[in-house]
């Protein structure tokens, strides 16, 4: 895994890059990649590459010439059948001069053209780049597992794997984008192409976008999550076999396609414990297993870490979070992400991943994907509840099934039962709508919009965003009502925060690249075509799984009730040590300079919040959790990026890779 970057200038002009900007892209990307660093530039494009050594450790550097001589590439990520298209490649009378994937990648765009990209199996973000057709070629994985931001002014288009890289040159503008802060506080992240920054995008996963000399561009779609074509497996024990077989298949690609050891996550619940048995399986020698461990008992897991560790016969390690390391490491967990949140999950992932590198392990797979597509979240039986609901909404007897849920909630809605249940009415009238699994969470995400600005509300109005729902693909309508449900899942908090904010910019601010074998191709597929029935079957959630499981791991762990991965929120940030940083972000004067929020009511807020602390009533509600946390990295994202330098890193690195094209060879 790595950082990549790079400017390409359109039209008749040379490209013109002060000679500092090159190093501080390739220096703000250098915790993504500290192995190698290497640049290729020419009178119309700069390629730059921070490499995390994986594969091929001597052969791998980047930017990388194609076997022909005709194009440059520069790679984020991973090819995980690449062993398997080189040998078609070879067939075909391709030679390599190297065994690493990204020469495969580019040989197999060399034959294929973008139609390659259909055929990869893993997770990258690439720039091709062809000097004598000045083309430049952008593509992104299926889900977004890896990034890839844009910039354009005027002629010039900057491209990288993060958002401070295009921040390392000083004429890029920086602003907050109202439309994408608008986004977060609806779907919890923004939804590609739209980003926090004002005049930066994304490219949107499963896409592949193509610059012309002039700057004109295409864009195509390659693949998007379907539910349209439904098998149906002789039973269930039939699907579990083959569910097996694949993710068994997609486990070891990822642990034996790596020159390094690859270690793996374990959170004790039924995700994670299946891929590391499945890992172990796949690696008979020294197996790593890393677990998260919170004081507050609300949060923590250890029991079911330490038992499922203690069948793998691996080297465990733990960290233990308390609430005032996450205070501690939040603005840097803020820098990782490039982005406001508004949950505190990510911070622990943070420290976690610290402890990876630490214990000399680059790249773990995690439990990534399967809730979305194989039907693990609360989410997804609220839904079916409140469907079941409205066929009969003065029924007194069907709302009681929302009794059944959260079991791990210290503070569970049901205490607030006529609360909740007009919580969960919202919307019922009209349960064909596209959005109405997800329409009480994004209408309570929304509420936190009370506290924006005069100026902020007005900016919103006047930018707004896309709105993702009136995008939807035109089968969308003919699916399952899970599948409704898993799609919209899937293309925000799941791409958007999941593998972006919690996921790769946690792993990677460490150096440690994730794998997720839910999100090999074939495991996916396979899981969408699937009766919803196999994935949740009245509130019983993940059922394929679960009878895949069986005589996998232990009983204890396939019988337990889900516990979704959270940690301890707004309480973090008051009491007698909390870090002096959160009173200067959330003071009057720096609400009122960043612009986003009213000061009153943040003000407001956050004494609400401190007064909690100090009379010792820890109970924080959802919505002041998502708000001050929300609120509070809004402010450190304005701060760390907008009115303050984000500083590039150390720039005192020696290029490995050197390639000067701007002289014209005689």
Request: contains cysteine; proline residues 6%.
């Amino acid at each position: 895994m790595c950082g990549m970057g790079g400017i390409v200038g359109f039209g008749d002009a040379e490209l013109s890059v002060q000679p500092g900007v090159s190093r501080a892209m390739v220096a703000a990307l250098r915790h993504r990649g500290p192995d190698e660093f290497g640049m290729f530039r020419d009178r119309h494009a700069v390629l730059v590459h921070a490499r995390l050594s994986i594969i091929d450790l001597a052969g791998g550097s980047q930017p990388m010439q194609s076997a022909e001589g005709d194009l440059w590439v520069s790679f984020n990520g991973e090819i995980f059948n690449y062993v398997e298209l080189r040998a078609e490649l070879e067939q075909k009378g391709y030679r390599f001069r190297t065994s690493s994937d990204t020469e495969v990648l580019v040989t197999a765009f060399q034959a294929w053209g973008s139609e390659c990209f259909r055929r990869f199996n893993g997770q990258w973000a690439v720039a091709i780049w062809n000097p004598a057709l000045r083309q430049l070629v952008l593509s992104r994985d299926r889900v977004g597992v890896r990034p890839l931001y844009m910039h354009r002014s005027g002629s010039i288009l900057r491209f990288a794997s993060e958002v401070k890289a295009l921040f390392a040159d000083p004429a890029v503008r920086r602003e907050m984008n109202p439309g994408g802060l608008d986004q977060i506080l609806t779907y919890w992240s923004t939804v590609a192409p739209v980003t926090p920054f004002v005049g930066v995008e994304q490219l949107r996963p499963g896409h592949i976008r193509v610059y012309g000399p002039a700057g004109e561009y295409h864009e195509e779609e390659y693949w998007r999550p379907s539910f349209s074509t439904l098998i149906q497996p002789r039973s269930l024990a039939a699907a579990a076999e083959v569910l097996r077989a694949k993710l068994t298949e997609a486990t070891r690609l990822r642990m034996v396609r790596a020159d390094v050891p690859v270690g793996s996550y374990l959170s004790g619940g039924l995700d994670s414990s299946v891929i590391a048995r499945l890992g172990r399986e796949a690696c008979p020698g020294d197996f790593r297993t890393f677990s998260v461990r919170f004081e507050d008992a609300e949060f923590d897991e250890t029991e079911y870490q330490r038992a499922m560790a203690a069948t793998l016969d691996s080297r465990h390690e733990e960290i233990v979070v308390c609430r005032g390391d996450i205070a501690r490491v939040f603005p840097d967990v803020i820098r990782h992400a490039e982005s406001p949140i508004l949950r505190t999950a990510p911070a622990p992932l943070f420290l976690l991943s610290r402890l990876v590198r630490r214990s000399g392990i680059k790249a773990v797979l995690t439990g990534e994907g399967a809730d979305e597509f194989v039907g693990g979240y609360d989410l997804f039986k609220e839904g079916a509840i409140r469907r079941f609901w409205a066929r009969d909404p003065g029924s007194a007897m069907r709302p009681k099934l929302f009794d059944r849920m959260y079991p791990y909630l210290a503070r569970s809605p049901r205490r607030a039962k006529g609360m909740a249940l007009e919580f969960w009415r919202q919307g019922m009238e009209d349960p064909d709508a596209p959005g109405f699994s997800h329409g009480p969470r994004w209408r309570s995400t929304s509420a936190l919009k009370r506290f924006y600005s005069d100026t902020m509300r007005r900016r919103v109005a006047d930018e707004p965003a896309p709105d993702f729902v009136d995008a939807l693909p035109p089968e969308f309508a003919s699916w399952d009502p899970l599948g409704k449900a898993q799609y919209l899942e899937i293309m925000t908090l799941m791409s958007g925060y999941l593998l972006s904010s919690q996921g790769d910019r946690m792993l990677m601010a460490n150096s440690v690249e994730g794998r997720f074998p839910f999100l090999d191709v074939d495991v996916m597929e396979f899981c969408d075509s699937l009766p919803a029935t196999y994935k949740l079957a009245g509130l019983k959630e993940k059922v394929v799984l679960k009878e895949m499981a069986k005589g996998l791991i232990p009983e204890t762990i396939i019988r337990r009730s889900k516990q979704p991965y959270r940690a301890p929120d707004a309480a973090c940030f008051f009491g007698a040590d909390a870090p002096d940083y959160v009173g200067e972000m959330l003071s009057p004067e720096c609400v009122k300079s960043a612009g986003l929020f009213d000061p009153e009511r943040v003000r407001a807020l956050a004494g609400k919040c401190a007064e909690r602390v100090r009379s010792g009533a820890m109970e924080f509600g959802n919505s002041d959790n998502m708000a001050l946390v929300g609120i509070l990295s809004a402010q450190l994202t304005h701060s760390l990026f907008i009115s303050h330098s984000i500083g590039a890193g150390s720039d005192d690195f020696p290029w490995t890779t050197m390639i000067d094209r701007t002289v014209p060879v005689s």
